[in-house]
């Protein structure tokens, strides 16, 4: 069933990130208007516009959806200008699920802040911003070209970095400008990188700039350039040793902001690494709209397969040594962003699929968790961990949902993350097998960190259930209703797709062949133009 009476068929590609975006500007419309007519603003009212619009964009992502799954590849181009210096929005299954998985997100923590940002001001701010970056977001995901892809990749940039400082105390400006700075380096990397490739290749465009490259695939240049680029986009993935912003950005920002950042925002940055790379520095040899696409001279799955272990070791290391609840779940943010890595680090069809499936049990398990230390922080006014010591006596449903999370973290049936956990491994153990012995010793390193990850997950539950209650957490009271709806959802969403994971299967599969299989997307995109 495809939604049409929102939009019509040729737009299906762009709606998803239009509605977010005008939903923004009639928020801020609404707000001025009532302030300029000296009336408040109702928060529900701020909150009620919002989560329209994010269910609209749901809506549009799902019958684009409809579209793409039955028809391949979807395309959208500004005036029906394609080519080299086109504006060009395509999408397919891969694109579908991050959208869908962002735009889910928007609407659960828009849902979440209903209770938790009560007693914030700026409220207006606060979700125009939070529904922008959600749009652009949308819309790294759909760009077809380097310059969109640019465009929206900084616009959710500077949305994120005023959300993590958005309560103006020191804490969150300290952290907004270490995310800033280490953002624009990494934005420079892109940029410097987009602009070596349009003087390579003549083009902007994805599609056409892969077919130039192929006229070449041994230039010395296009190693520096996967390097290059992987490092650009790997600042705001959090792979290490460019992660240093998000142990501070995290605790600092609100908790419904800090789930985005952890749940999905850090993914734009591994999406623009892999669609790259897949993109336009082929690993293999095939033959697409006409074209023979040869391997490039860089083994870049290789790259990710080392950034990969040296994530996610990095990671549980820092996290094992924390006592702040939010600083211990960002740096397990940047060990879970390891296994990503090592996923799709592997170049085959089953380790797309399972890393595709990572992605949505990350974002799904990771925005559980702080929602709940939002809530405990909400509580009792404390992240650290010894404060935490007994809450579930005081806030049994939160610190229950908090356990789910910390299960499906730790790969533990009946949670969506026990079948993640174990697909990736059995991913890489099959890599090994299949096309060289290195990346059996990264598994090794990578079941030798899902160990290691035990000890500070079962350390979190082991405060919060079972230790004698602090004097802190004695006055802690329950989360609002809105919190408890919108952290209920998340966790019933992990156990339902824990005890029946097929249908999140047969779309991450879906997801990871159109990735691994990116001929259907280039030849989309040049079907409205040539270089």
């Known amino acids: 069933m495809q939604f049409n009476f929102l939009f019509t068929p040729d737009l299906a590609v762009v709606v998803p990130v239009m509605i977010p975006i005008i939903t923004a500007l009639f928020l801020t419309l609404v707000s001025e208007s009532l302030g300029f007519l000296k009336k408040r603003v109702p928060h529900s009212l701020l909150a009620g516009i919002a989560t329209l619009g994010f269910a609209l964009?749901?809506?549009?992502?799902?019958?684009?959806?409809?579209?793409?799954?039955?028809?391949?590849?979807?395309?959208?181009?500004?005036?029906?200008?394609?080519?080299?210096?086109?504006?060009?929005?395509?999408?397919?299954?891969?694109?579908?699920?991050?959208?869908?998985?962002?735009?889910?997100?928007?609407?659960?923590?828009?849902?979440?802040?209903?209770?938790?940002?009560?007693?914030?001001?700026?409220?207006?701010?606060?979700?125009?911003?939070?529904?922008?970056?959600?749009?652009?977001?949308?819309?790294?995901?759909?760009?077809?070209d380097l310059f969109t892809l640019f465009m929206f990749y900084e616009t959710m940039g500077l949305s994120s970095f005023v959300l993590v400082a958005f309560r103006r105390n020191w804490?969150?400006?300290?952290?907004?400008?270490?995310?800033?700075?280490?953002?624009?380096?990494?934005?420079?990397?892109?940029?410097?990188?987009?602009?070596?490739?349009?003087?390579?290749?003549?083009?902007?465009?994805?599609?056409?700039?892969?077919?130039?490259?192929?006229?070449?695939?041994?230039?010395?240049?296009?190693?520096?350039?996967?390097?290059?680029?992987?490092?650009?986009?790997?600042?705001?993935?959090?792979?290490?040793?460019?992660?240093?912003?998000?142990?501070?950005?995290?605790?600092?920002?609100?908790s419904g902001i800090s789930a985005m950042l952890s749940g999905v925002v850090i993914k734009v940055g591994i999406y623009g690494i892999l669609r790259v790379n897949t993109t336009l520095f082929s690993s293999g040899s095939s033959i697409i709209a006409g074209v023979e696409f040869l391997a490039t001279s860089i083994n870049w799955p290789l790259l990710l397969g080392v950034f990969a272990v040296v994530t996610m070791t990095a990671g549980n290391f820092y996290a094992l040594t924390q006592t702040d609840l939010k600083r211990m779940l960002a740096y397990s943010s940047i060990t879970q962003i390891g296994f990503i890595l090592f996923a799709f680090g592997t170049a085959t069809p089953f380790g797309y699929e399972s890393g595709t499936l990572y992605i949505v049990s990350h974002a799904l398990t990771k925005g559980l968790l702080f929602l709940c230390a939002g809530a405990f922080l909400h509580s009792i006014g404390s992240r650290d961990l010894r404060d935490l010591s007994g809450i579930a006596r005081k806030m049994p449903i939160t610190a229950a949902f908090f356990a789910v999370g910390l299960l499906s973290l730790m790969g533990m049936p009946p949670t969506l993350g026990f079948y993640a956990k174990i697909l990736i491994l059995y991913a890489g153990v099959q890599a090994g097998v299949v096309i060289g012995g290195y990346y059996l010793l990264f598994s090794l390193i990578a079941i030798f960190n899902a160990l290691i990850g035990l000890g500070y997950y079962l350390r979190m539950l082991n405060y919060t259930w079972f230790r004698p209650i602090s004097e802190r957490a004695v006055n802690a009271h329950s989360a609002s209703k809105s919190m408890i709806f919108a952290m209920g959802v998340l966790a019933i969403a992990l156990l339902a797709l824990g005890i029946y994971p097929a249908p999140i299967y047969i779309i991450a599969e879906a997801a990871g062949n159109a990735l691994y299989h990116f001929g259907d997307l280039i030849s989309c995109i040049l079907s409205v133009g040539s270089p």
């Open 57 to 144: 964009t749901l809506l549009g992502v799902y019958s684009l959806s409809q579209s793409v799954w039955t028809d391949g590849a979807q395309v959208f181009t500004w005036g029906g200008l394609g080519g080299p210096l086109g504006v060009v929005l395509a999408a397919d299954m891969f694109s579908i699920v991050l959208m869908g998985l962002f735009s889910f997100m928007g609407f659960i923590v828009v849902v979440y802040s209903l209770g938790y940002m009560n007693e914030d001001t700026g409220l207006a701010q606060y979700y125009m911003l939070l529904l922008i970056m959600v749009g652009a977001m949308n819309g790294v995901v759909v760009s077809g």
């Open 171 to 254: 804490e969150g400006i300290e952290a907004a400008i270490k995310y800033l700075m280490m953002s624009a380096i990494g934005s420079t990397l892109v940029l410097y990188s987009a602009s070596y490739l349009y003087g390579l290749t003549g083009t902007l465009n994805l599609a056409s700039m892969a077919v130039a490259i192929q006229a070449d695939p041994t230039n010395p240049l296009l190693p520096i350039l996967v390097a290059m680029l992987t490092a650009g986009f790997g600042v705001k993935g959090a792979v290490v040793p460019f992660a240093a912003w998000l142990a501070d950005a995290h605790p600092a920002a609100p």
